[in-house]
């Protein structure tokens, strides 16, 4: 048996990214998604692609509606408005309260029934919205939390938090996701969730900024004029 990974995978760019990296790496692919109530299913969606691109060896989706149910959050709560073209220095109404401190308990979970050693998350501290459980403190105090917490962790099976973007600009992820050949034409980034991407998201202005510093043309198709050059 090949070696396993989990893969949290949003359908987004950089988890995208994150299973080209695992492959690259030759891993198995074990990609877990999260339905948690958010704004729209595009994200679910364009995940089950990427992951039947990346011949996937099971693609777990998980359905949770706790989110939606206790708000909070633009991206779970109808009643916020998701910015447009906003600029803020603190953490913005976007933030979905403990996210990625539930989901990477469900990857674990699922990584330790499966005997994976390692979860790979798409999480930045360079080009990101403001997220605390993005921060690479986070990302080691996971860490040492899930291993005090599983069989495989005390039995020394070392569960490992790979977080190979971290310290990437959006710029340098797109490069090395190119290089890898990740399909960005399956990928989604706008928090509103519609055919086409808004472009004015703090989501889409950072995937638009990266592109643009890598000297690409995004693949995916914009409700607003977007110019490349």
């Known amino acids: 048996m090949g070696r396993k990974a989990v893969v949290v995978l949003s359908g987004g760019l ?12 030759g891993y198995e692919l074990y990609p877990i998604t999260f339905d ?5 299913a595009r994200e679910v969606e364009q995940a089950r692609k990427i992951a039947a691109f990346f011949d996937a060896v099971e693609h777990r989706i998980v359905s949770l509606d706790f989110f939606q149910q206790i708000g909070g959050s633009a991206l779970t709560d109808r009643a916020i408005d998701v910015p447009q073209n ?11 309260p403990a996210r990625n401190l539930i989901f990477l308990s469900l990857a ?7 005997g994976a050693s390692v979860i790979f998350t798409g999480v930045s501290a360079v080009d990101y919205s403001g997220y605390p459980d993005c921060r690479p403190e986070f990302i080691r105090s996971m ?27 959006k710029a340098e992820t797109i490069q090395l996701g190119t290089q ?4 960005y034409e ?13 472009g004015t998201c703090d989501s889409c ?9 890598a000297g690409r043309k995004d693949p995916i198709h914009y409700a607003i004029p977007i110019e490349w050059n």
Not at 108 to 114: D, G, L, V
Not at 186 to 198: P, R, V
């Open 14 to 25: 950089d988890s995208a990214t994150c299973m080209g990296i695992a492959r690259y790496q």
């Open 36 to 40: 948690y109530g958010q704004r729209h």
């Open 86 to 96: 906003e600029e803020n220095p603190g953490i913005p109404v976007t933030y979905v």
């Open 108 to 114: 674990t979970a699922f990584a330790e029934t499966i």
């Open 143 to 169: 860490t040492e939390t899930i291993n005090r917490a599983t069989r495989a962790g005390v039995s020394d099976h070392r569960l490992t938090i790979e977080t190979p973007l971290m310290q990437l600009s």
């Open 180 to 183: 890898l050949k990740v399909p």
């Open 186 to 198: 399956l990928t989604t980034s706008c928090y509103n969730g519609d055919e086409q991407a808004c």
């Open 205 to 213: 202005r950072l995937r638009i900024k990266g592109f643009k510093e």
